[in-house]
């Protein structure tokens, strides 16, 4: 619906809706998380807007096991809706003597944020991160990812973390990253990038390798460049 106002005319949506349903292995609803997405975009921008990406993140909290995520997402206005499952895995704690690294995020952008927020995994010293759930780079694009690593308890020693790009099994690149200061809690967050332009278009690995006191963690994310 549009909507004139005295300073400007607006081209305002309300009426988006998503959901979230979390069913365990036998079927049955163990969480769910719902939110209405409001929106206001200027009339000479409604067909950029309309094309443009939303990302949308609800906490939800479980205990470790295998999930089905059933997702919905609801344009009212336009009478459409879309409808995903995917499996969710949440591991057991491995305890306070191992070297846990978070999962690799791709990084779409970063909103500064001047209250550190160490509890929420999006949080990076640079500010609060929305993550590329898709990463297709151009070769034009900077190639920003994201981790969390968690030291065991008690060792003081800084994290050694080192990536390599491969395609095929081939590796094409490595490199060493600086490490970060850690944050209140003892994690260190890394944030580093990637060079798109040396890369052919193709699929690619993404592999992070972390070092700690004898112990090591290897994470692995996926991205392709076009």
Same mark, same amino acid.
């Given at each position: 619906?549009?909507?004139?106002?005295?300073?400007?005319?607006?081209?305002?949506?309300?009426?988006?809706?998503?959901?979230?349903?979390?069913?365990?292995?036998?079927?049955?609803?163990?969480?769910?998380?719902?939110?209405?997405?409001?929106?206001?975009?200027?009339?000479?921008?409604?067909?950029?807007?309309? %094309? *443009?990406?939303? &990302?949308?993140? =609800?906490?939800?909290? +479980?205990?470790?096991?295998?999930?089905?995520?059933?997702?919905? $997402?609801?344009?009212?206005?336009?009478?459409?809706?879309?409808?995903?499952?995917?499996?969710?895995?949440?591991?057991?704690?491995?305890?306070?003597?191992?070297?846990?690294?978070?999962?690799?995020?791709?990084?779409?952008?970063?909103?500064?944020?001047?209250?550190?927020?160490?509890?929420?995994?999006?949080?990076?010293? %640079? *500010?609060?991160? &929305?993550?590329? =759930?898709?990463?297709? +780079?151009?070769?034009?694009?900077?190639?920003?990812?994201?981790? $969390?690593?968690?030291?065991?308890?008690?060792?003081?020693?800084?994290?050694?973390?080192?990536?390599?790009?491969?395609?095929?099994?081939?590796?094409?690149?490595?490199?060493?990253?600086?490490?970060?200061?850690?944050?209140?809690?003892?994690?260190?967050?890394?944030?580093?990038?990637?060079?798109?332009?040396?890369?052919?278009? *193709?699929?690619?690995?993404?592999?992070?390798?972390?070092?700690?006191?004898?112990?090591?963690?290897?994470?692995?994310?996926?991205?392709?460049?076009?």
């Amino acid at each position: 619906r549009c909507l004139s106002d005295w300073s400007s005319d607006v081209c305002s949506s309300d009426l988006m809706s998503a959901l979230g349903l979390v069913k365990d292995e036998h079927g049955q609803i163990v969480a769910k998380v719902a939110n209405d997405l409001p929106f206001r975009a200027p009339i000479e921008k409604q067909a950029n807007f309309a %094309q *443009g990406k939303v &990302t949308l993140t =609800l906490p939800v909290h +479980l205990p470790p096991g295998h999930y089905q995520l059933q997702t919905a $997402v609801i344009d009212r206005e336009a009478g459409q809706a879309s409808v995903k499952k995917s499996v969710l895995i949440v591991p057991a704690a491995t305890g306070t003597s191992s070297l846990r690294v978070s999962d690799i995020v791709w990084v779409r952008s970063v909103k500064p944020s001047e209250t550190p927020d160490p509890g929420n995994p999006l949080y990076s010293p %640079q *500010g609060d991160i &929305t993550p590329e =759930l898709e990463p297709i +780079l151009a070769r034009t694009d900077s190639a920003v990812f994201y981790f $969390v690593a968690y030291p065991p308890l008690g060792v003081r020693d800084k994290p050694q973390a080192r990536i390599a790009v491969t395609c095929d099994g081939r590796v094409l690149t490595t490199n060493s990253l600086t490490t970060p200061e850690p944050d209140e809690n003892g994690a260190y967050r890394y944030s580093a990038s990637l060079p798109p332009a040396q890369l052919e278009p *193709g699929p690619y690995e993404l592999i992070v390798t972390v070092n700690q006191n004898g112990l090591q963690t290897v994470k692995q994310a996926l991205f392709q460049v076009r």
